[in-house]
């Protein structure tokens, strides 16, 4: 499986800022993934990134709201933008390595005030 | 009707006992299924994947999948402490070439000393 790695493990900031965060898998994959999860809830996919391509979103999800970067075959970052209380949540990246399966990050706990 | 559905539990079993976890799904045509275990405060971690009709096993994990009945499922046997956590299931689901992994909300099993 891929060790992905993820930072902030977690972070408080205050609304209206942004957020930079950063996953790095430890080897080269094709595709990226970036979920929210929220209080008590299951993961919602937010979008996929590809190496060389803009991120494709996920109904519910814009790039201005969530701008996502992929420079390389091992590292993406998502910016969370102009915080509300509501964008409170674990963000997750992932990465499918392995054909279909996906292995996850660590996640960054985000609470904003 | 949920492209993906767990009963949300919280289900409790005997240490030693089976716990038996079930999913539904509403893709017909979906070929990829997945069991993720998430512990409280953790990121989900990838137990076991499955992709033909049938029983799948890993150790003291078994995973059955019916595609008529759009229907899998996931038996841990002798069940222990430690496999107290939320169990997710995931199907891709989608177009070929443009899946995306979709979880249901998760299956909160307590194993009871």
């Known amino acids: 499986s891929a060790v992905i790695s993820q930072k902030p493990s977690r972070d408080i900031c205050q609304r209206g800022t942004s957020l930079t965060i950063q996953c790095q898998v430890d080897?080269?994959?094709?595709?990226m993934f970036w979920y929210r999860q929220q209080p008590g809830q299951s993961l919602t996919l937010i979008a996929t990134a590809n190496q060389g391509s803009e991120a494709t979103y996920e109904s519910g999800f814009v790039i201005d709201k969530f701008p996502i970067s992929r420079p390389n075959l091992t590292f993406s970052t998502l910016t969370v933008s102009n915080m509300s209380p509501e964008d409170s949540s674990i963000y997750l990246c992932?990465?499918?390595?392995?054909?279909?399966?996906?292995?996850f990050g660590p996640g960054t706990r985000l609470t904003v005030l | 009707q949920k492209e993906v559905e767990q009963n949300s539990g919280p289900l409790s079993v005997p240490e030693g006992a089976i716990a038996s976890l079930n999913c539904t799904y509403s893709d017909r045509v979906s070929q990829s299924f997945f069991w993720y275990r998430q512990y409280s405060g953790k990121s989900p971690e990838l137990i076991m994947s499955?992709?033909?009709?049938g029983d799948k096993e890993d150790g003291r994990f078994t995973a059955q999948l019916n595609k008529a009945s759009q229907y899998v499922s996931l038996l841990i046997r002798d069940s222990q402490p430690s496999d107290s956590a939320t169990y997710l299931c995931?199907?891709?689901?989608?177009?070929?070439?443009?899946?995306?992994?979709?979880f249901g909300t998760g299956t909160r099993l307590t194993i009871i000393p």
């Open positions: 992932s990465s499918d390595r392995t054909g279909n399966e996906q292995f």
């Open positions: 995931a199907v891709n689901i989608g177009n070929f070439g443009n899946e995306k992994l979709t």
């Open positions: 080897s080269q994959v094709t595709m």
């Open positions: 499955i992709y033909s009709n």
